[in-house]
């Protein structure tokens, strides 16, 4: 069975850092594209940033490029999401998410599991 689980939410002002963890068991973690979205309230989920299972390609949506920066540790089957020069903005609740084919893409149809989701909040 495979399950995701983020840490590393909570409560900032606008400015700070919060780093993300996303730890996967089962055995998919290594060929698996690692995506995180996020959901703030009253809005759609939307596509933050993935990156592929050798490390090397990553995509990140234009609101956070230049800020946030994904990672991944396969031999910790964890991936991770740093997030700098927060903004009141960024305030959602973030979703990791693997699409165990590895289509590398932002669609995410292609995401087949999820974990619970982290709260991030930020504030002015």
């Known amino acids: 069975q495979v399950q995701l689980v983020e840490s590393g939410g909570g409560l900032v002002q606008a400015g700070g850092s919060l780093r993300l963890s996303c730890v996967t068991s089962?055995?998919?973690?290594?060929?698996?594209?690692m995506g995180w979205f996020r959901q703030a309230p009253g809005k759609e989920r939307e596509f933050v940033a993935l990156i592929r299972w050798t490390g090397s390609t990553t995509d990140y949506a234009d609101s956070v490029k230049g800020r946030f920066t994904v990672s991944r540790d396969n031999a910790k089957n964890t991936a991770y999401l740093q997030m700098n020069s927060l903004k009141p903005e960024d305030t959602a609740v973030y979703y990791c998410?693997?699409?165990?084919?590895?289509?590398?893409?932002?669609?995410?149809?292609?995401?087949?599991?999820w974990g619970q989701g982290t709260q991030v909040t930020v504030s002015a």
């Open positions: 998410a693997a699409d165990h084919l590895g289509s590398g893409t932002r669609d995410e149809s292609n995401y087949d599991f």
């Open positions: 089962g055995r998919i973690f290594w060929r698996s594209t």
